[in-house]
Each structure stands twice: as C-alpha cells, then as structure tokens.
C-alpha cells in the first residue's frame, strides 16, 4: 500500500483523504476480490467479533446467510467434562429440531411455518436469506445443518499477540514483492498462538506440517522453526508465492495453502482460474467446509484486525519485538556458543527464538552454521564486548533495520508484470538496467518475474 506495493487509491486511502473505516475491503478488492462472497465473510466477522465460546451459532453449510438459531449458554465447554457433554447435547437436539422442521416444510410447504415456534424460527431464516421454498432445496438443507460456535476472545487474543511480530512479517512480504495483508492469515490459522500444535501435528503460527516444511525449515532435536514467527513466515511466502505463480490469483493461492496446491490444480483445471466457480462446483474428495470458506476467513479476519480498534476497542496489540541479530558464523565447538549466551536467561532466548526447543546449555548441543540469534534490542553490545577476541570470530553482528523513510503521499512509479514479460524487456521499456531494478526490489534478484506481480521502477 504506502510501500508502492498496490493501486494508488490505497494510497490515497492511507493519506487520510477518504472519510470512514481505517480499512475496507473494496481498497484491496483487485488483490483479493470479495464479490460473492459477502455473505460468508459476514458470517465469519459475525464468529470473530460478536459470538463467544459460550455461543454456538445454527447455520447452514453452504449457504452462510442462513442463521437458524443462536445458542447461548451460562458456561464455557471447557468448564468440565459434565459441561461439554451437556452443552453437545443441547446442540444436537435444537438441530435435531431444525431438521424435523426443514422436513415439514419440504412435505407440507408454508403451510407448516405455524406449526411451532422451531418452525416459524426456520422459516424465518429462510425469509431473511432469501432462500428458497422449494421442497428440494428445503429438504437438502435439512442436511446442511451445523454448527458453529463464536471465537471473539481467542481472535481478541490474536490481536493482541499479532502485535509482537506483525510489522516484522508485512515485512517480509514486502520485501518479496508480495501483498503485505497476507501477514494476517495466522489469525485464520493459529489466531498468532506462537506455541500452537495441531492434533494432526501442524505447527507454529502458519501451522506448517513436517512435510509441508521439510526443506523450508529446520526441523531436528535442537530446533522446530515451525514456532518461530519470522522464519515461518519467510516459508509461509515461499508457499503462498508459489501458489501464486500457478493458480494466477489470491483467492485460489491462498485457499491452496489449507487445501493443497495440487487439489487447487485439479479444481482450476476443471473449472478455469475463477473461484467462485470453484467454490460453488468444485466437489473435490477434500474441498470441504474449512476450505471453502478459508478465504473468506482470510478476508473477515483481515477487515477486523485492520480495524481492530473499532470492534475490540478495549484490545491493545503488544508492542512489536524489538531486537538485533547475531549470525552464527558455524557451527564449530561448543564452548564459544555457551560464552555467547552465558549472561542471558533461558526465558530471554526462549521468548525471542522460540524455535529453539532445548536448553542449549544443559543439553550440550550447538546452534547450526548461518543460525541467526535474535536478542533484545541493545544486547548484543554487551555480549560481544564479554566474549574474547578468539570467541568473537564466531559471531557476525547482524546489520540493524535501515530506518524507513517517512510516508510520502505521492505515488511510486510501479509496473504490473503482464505475461510474456521479462525482466530485460521491462527495463528496455522504462530505460532502466535490470540490475536498477533488481536494487530496487528485493524480489527480483532471483531474475524471476510472474504475471501480476508488481514492480517499482527506480
């Protein structure tokens, strides 16, 4: 956006001269494209920033406008076991209710909209979503009923966790010529739970399986940078530019990123590079409910964080992690680490490289070559200046952020890679080098270009 990354009405955007919200999606709309998906991304701001976990919402699957009734219990499922049970009871029976009604009217009509006060409920969320009557449609949705139960104080923690490491990954995005609002899908995945493990053993704030991993991150008995925000996001721009380049767009890039790329290739080869084709004809073995509707969870938890002080106004985001880099020159032995970090506390190197596992100083092993150390802001001075001269050859002090230049309300010149460019044709057509533009952004230093994919031109 203010980085020159999008169209120029973002920027006037952030200028401040267009009255309303901080953010809204129709400002990113050309990026991530919400027509036709407004229902379901109501419905997931609605889970995020309304309901509760004592709140268990009705609905129905496909069709998200459709809200049958709302649940509210006294206690949370977590109290005990007894709770849970009874709670999960309560669900299955009012849906249980909601079926018998669908059935009625599929075999009576309107008629049956009197019957009961389930069935004027169901009938008048049917009204409300402007479904249909139609004894087919009512009796299929008879099937589609489920449940779904509010999430607003874990997505308030997320914002409040999101805080220590999010400017650091729009980063990392920007710095790979991607869109920075990508850095707010954790809240999808893992609301920024750094520690977080799945049941089926995904990890870390992108919830990164082992083999979706293997060979983006290091992944041993020392270390899982699977939990560490900043190297998983560097792989979580991997992946999702990856995806890019062969889907063509966002919504199938990123629903790949829950799906699959390869069953995203398979739907695309079926159903063209539209993605509300996709979503309404794809009947893919595993395209099920979570990613159908992961994108438009991406997007109602991108318009909520972007405007989280308007819905959470009593939530704060933590200050981001400030902090140096020290680089492990090698491995080498083991005595010159344990200098390094025999003045810092274990719960200091946890909490700013939690993708170190083990207590490196009773566990007698050593960080890799190339490991990059991250320490509170100022410390390093202080290490280095106790280590010997013999000891410092082991250690390369990272160089600091270069301070970024104010915003500027003008627009950078900016050009959109169209298929069949490259990246000599692009600086004949400006008459610039190629090494001028490959100064001017990082992404390009590889010499690979894709068609979307936006360049600023020295």
Known sequence: MRYALFPALLLVFISGAIAGPEFDLAFVSDLFPNQGLESRVAFWKSVYSEYGQRDVILHDRTNLAIIYKVLKFDSLPSDSVREARAQRKTVEEEISKIRGALHDFAGHGIQAAGTSPVHSQVY???????????????????????????????????????????????????????????AYLPHVESSFEYAAYSKVGAAGIWQFMRSTARGLL??????????????????AATVLSRNYTLLENWPLAITAYNHGTNGMLRAKAQYGPDYLSILNCFDGRAF???????????????????????????????????????????????????????????????????????????????????????????????????????????????????????????????????????????????????????????????????????????
């Open 218 to 235: 290091k992944m041993n008995s020392v270390m899982d940078e699977r939990r560490d925000p900043l190297r998983a996001t560097e792989a």
């Open 288 to 458: 099920g409910f979570a990613s159908q509707n992961f994108y438009a969870e991406f997007l109602a938890a991108l318009e909520l964080a972007k405007n989280s002080p308007e819905y959470f106004p009593q939530v704060k985001a933590a200050e981001p992690l400030r902090f140096e880099r020290l680089v492990m020159n090698h491995a080498g032995a083991r005595d010159p680490q344990l200098a390094l970090i025999r003045d810092l506390s274990p719960a200091t190197l946890r909490a700013y490289n939690p993708g170190i596992m083990v207590d490196i100083r009773r566990n007698f092993s050593r960080l890799p070559a190339g490991y990059v150390l991250r320490l509170p802001e100022g410390e390093p001075q202080h290490v280095l200046a106790a280590l010997s001269p013999a000891e410092q050859r082991w250690i390369t002090r990272g160089a600091p952020p270069a301070p970024r230049p104010p915003r500027s309300k003008a627009k950078a010149r900016q050009y959109k890679v169209q298929r069949g460019d490259t990246l000599t044709k692009i600086a004949s057509l400006f008459r610039v080098s190629t090494a001028a533009l490959k100064e001017k952004n990082k992404s390009l230093r590889s010499g690979q270009i894709f068609a979307g994919q936006i360049i600023v031109l020295p």
């Open 124 to 182: 008048e969320a049917l009204q409300r979503a402007g479904a249909s009557m139609n004894s087919d449609f009512v009796l299929a949705a008879a099937a589609r009923v489920r449940d779904q139960r509010g999430i607003r104080e874990r997505f308030e923690q997320g914002v409040v966790r999101s805080g220590l490491y999010l400017s650091h990954m729009k980063e990392i995005f920007r710095d790979r010529g991607l869109p920075e609002e990508l």
